[in-house]
C-alpha cells in the first residue's frame, strides 16, 4: 500500500507505539520540529535532535523554563533532554522535572515527550500517570512512545485520546484488549513502505503514512 506524506497529527495525549527502528522517534521529532508549540522531550534513547536545544541533569530547570516559555523563540523552544543512563538517576531526575513542570504555569500547550515510556515504574510512573489523567488541566499534553504496547501501564494506554502505530511484533491480540482495531492496522501496515505508520483515533484508521 502507497503511503502519503503527511506529519503526525497529534490529539491531547497520544500514544506511539512500534518495533525498534520503524521510525517511532523519527517521526514524532520531525512532526514537533515543525509546529509552533513548545517541546519538551525525555529523549531516553539518546536520539539525534538537531533540532532541539539540549539540555541535561546539569542545566538549571530556570533555564529550560524559560525557553519552554519564551513566546519569541518560536521554532526553537524545543528542549532535548538527555538524562544520565544510570536508571535509579534517570529516574529521579524524570520525578523532579514532571513535579517541576506541574507548578509552573504554562500559557499555551506544551508537549511533553517520553520516550520508552514503559521502562519507567514507581516514582517516574507516578509522575508519568499524572500528566496522563491530569495534564491537560496544566496545558500539558503527553507523547508517550514505546516499542513494547504490553507493557505500556494501563493509565497511559487507557487516557492516550490517539494511537500513532507503526510496524509492531506479535502484541495485535494486547492491543484488541484496549479497543484498537489491530487486524486492520495490520493489513494496512503490511505492505507499506519503511517508517510508515497508522493513525487510531477511535472513530477509525487513517494511513499509511510517512513523515518527511
Wanted: glycine share 6%; with cysteine; hydrophobic share 35%.
Amino acid at each position: 500500500m502507497q503511503s502519503v506524506q503527511k506529519d503526525i497529527t497529534f490529539r491531547d495525549h497520544t500514544l506511539v507505539i512500534g518495533r525498534t527502528r520503524t521510525g517511532k522517534t523519527y517521526g514524532v521529532k520531525n512532526t514537533l520540529a515543525r509546529m509552533p508549540e513548545p517541546v519538551f522531550f525525555i529523549n531516553t534513547q539518546y536520539e539525534d535532535l538537531l533540532k532541539y536545544i539540549t539540555a541535561t541533569c546539569n542545566t538549571s530547570w530556570n533555564l529550560i523554563r524559560k525557553v519552554l516559555r519564551n513566546h519569541e523563540l518560536r521554532g526553537h523552544n524545543k528542549i532535548n533532554y538527555e538524562p544520565g543512563n544510570v536508571p535509579a538517576n534517570r529516574d529521579q531526575e524524570l520525578t523532579a522535572l514532571i513535579t517541576a513542570m506541574f507548578k509552573t504555569t504554562w500559557p499555551r500547550r506544551i508537549y511533553v515527550v517520553i520516550d520508552e515510556v514503559h521502562l519507567f515504574k514507581q516514582k517516574p510512573l507516578e509522575q508519568i500517570q499524572r500528566i496522563a489523567t491530569g495534564g491537560l488541566r496544566y496545558n500539558i499534553n503527553g507523547i508517550f512512545i514505546s516499542q513494547r504496547p504490553a507493557l505500556v501501564d494501563n493509565t497511559i494506554m487507557t487516557q492516550a485520546q490517539k494511537f500513532v502505530i507503526y510496524k509492531n511484533s506479535m502484541e495485535d491480540d494486547y492491543l484488541r484488549r484496549y479497543g484498537l482495531p489491530a487486524e486492520e492496522i495490520k493489513n494496512r501496515l503490511v505492505n507499506a513502505p519503511d517508517y510508515s505508520y497508522v493513525e487510531y483515533d477511535f472513530i477509525g484508521v487513517t494511513g499509511p503514512f510517512k513523515v518527511k
